[in-house]
């Protein structure tokens, strides 16, 4: 029956298909998509307790090194803690003697990573929780070290997200240190650039970037990365420096969509 | 249509595998098996079996995918209809040789068409970021696993009947 189909009913549809699902966006279609979406995500996260279980197996020499690095790093930490916590009580009195408003909390919805784009051209990942759960569409993401995307769609029980090393991907920032003002993107190598900033800024590699007041979709404050590298004034297109995004995104297991 | 049945559980085992893959050895790690399904099925079925695999391959990679819906099945059908093209001018039957040529062209030529609507839809694109974290990542991994893949598909098609 297969044979029997004329060569040109064929090329039609290889003409017709790929450009109908490019631009045809119907809310049925749409509908079609999130469903496809959810039901590869479900059945590919079926991979994930073994996969999980192979990959203790197979970096079990690194996490000892890791596990010694962090170690040192823990004492280090400790004691930062105690004068931090210092600044943030002469902080609290400080607002109340000004009369500054604190910033807002947000509320969080938790959600686990079920699957991620197994591609170079992309960098997302697929949660478990949907519209049900109350996400929507541009809902930032964060982990416990920062920012690590925002939702691009959400299903009934799953979501994409976007991750902050995605080409697609942009916010605007801070530099922690200077308060120098730039937007920053993702890109193909998996790093984060740092573009529209001032000439004459003052940036330096290890400056932290945080996420900008006049962000719309990020709440202003949060941890975005450290700046790896610095581009010379007419370096490679705008962007003036590289960033390190702060959150591993490749090793990403649970998440906080802010609501 | 015993083909017709198959495709979709193939095309969905080879998604599995290439998540598998990326997970555990990352970007240098991970074939481009779809494409390798792709090329498998035009060289061992012919062209209809060949854009249907492109056409499921398509829609499952897409579901993961930040870009337009549709995205991959345009650039696995093209990628389809280009393995054709390559096998009736440049293709030798039973040469590995011409085999990893051939999948050589086409991640080349996906990489391209890859390339050019990102460009149409985002406007910024490195071509240097293209070419050593895309193309040359894909390549090499692609061409280290296709001979083994191909191997292992025939034998499949034989025990399958397909």
Redesign the interface.
């Known amino acids: 029956?297969?044979?029997k189909?004329p060569k040109q009913v064929?090329y039609a549809?290889?003409i017709v298909?790929?450009?109908?699902?490019?631009?045809f966006n119907s809310p049925f279609w749409h509908g079609i998509?999130l469903e496809?979406?959810g039901v590869?995500?479900s059945?590919?996260s079926v991979?994930n307790p073994p996969?999980k279980e192979?990959?203790i197996f197979?970096s079990y020499r690194k996490t000892y090194a890791d596990y010694q690095k962090i170690q040192a790093e823990n004492f280090k930490l400790k004691a930062q803690v105690v004068r931090l916590n210092e600044t943030v009580s002469e902080n609290g009195r400080f607002q109340r003697l000004l009369g500054l408003k604190p910033m807002q909390p947000f509320t969080t919805i938790a959600a686990r990573v079920i699957?991620?784009?197994?591609?170079?051209?992309?960098?997302?990942l697929?949660i478990d929780k949907g519209s049900r759960q109350g996400i929507k569409s541009g809902m930032p993401v964060i982990t416990a070290l920062g920012v690590a995307g925002k939702v691009?769609e959400a299903a009934d029980n799953s979501s994409?997200v976007?991750l902050i090393n995605?080409?697609?991907f942009s916010v605007a920032v801070l530099n922690q240190r200077s308060r120098d003002a730039g937007l920053l993107s993702g890109?193909?190598?998996?790093n984060c650039r740092l573009s529209y900033i001032m000439q004459d800024t003052d940036i330096q590699e290890g400056d932290g970037i945080i996420t900008s007041s006049i962000s719309t979709a990020f709440p202003a404050g949060l941890l975005v990365g450290r700046v790896s590298k610095v581009y010379s004034a007419g370096g490679?297109?705008d962007a003036r420096a590289e960033v390190l995004p702060a959150v591993d995104v490749?090793k990403i297991e649970e998440v906080l969509v802010i609501k | 249509m015993r083909q017709i049945l198959i495709i979709p559980i193939l095309c969905f085992l080879f998604l599995l595998l290439e998540y598998c893959l990326f997970s555990l050895f990352g970007r240098w790690g991970d074939p481009h098996l779809m494409l390798i399904l792709v090329i498998f099925f035009n060289l061992y079925s012919g062209i209809r079996f060949s854009l249907l695999t492109a056409l499921f391959g398509g829609i499952l990679k897409d579901c993961f995918s930040t870009m337009p819906f549709g995205t991959h099945v345009f650039s696995y059908m093209v990628c389809a209809c280009l393995s054709t093209y390559i096998r009736k001018n440049c293709y030798e039957r039973g040469s590995s040789v011409s085999k990893l040529l051939m999948v050589f062209l086409l991640i080349t030529a996906h990489t391209l068409i890859m390339a050019f609507l990102y460009k149409m839809v985002f406007e910024d694109i490195r071509w240097m970021d293209v070419l050593f974290s895309v193309w040359f990542p894909e390549v090499v991994a692609s061409m280290v696993s296709a001979l083994f893949v191909f191997e292992r598909l025939r034998d499949a098609a034989r025990i399958l009947r397909f």
Not at chain 1, 17 to 23: E, I, R, V
């Open positions: 029956m297969w044979r189909i064929i549809i290889v298909a790929p450009f109908w699902l490019l631009f998509k496809t979406m590869v995500a059945s590919v991979a996969l192979l990959q197979l699957a991620r784009d197994p591609a170079n051209w992309n960098s997302s697929m691009v994409k976007i995605d080409p697609s890109s193909l190598s998996g490679i297109s490749e």
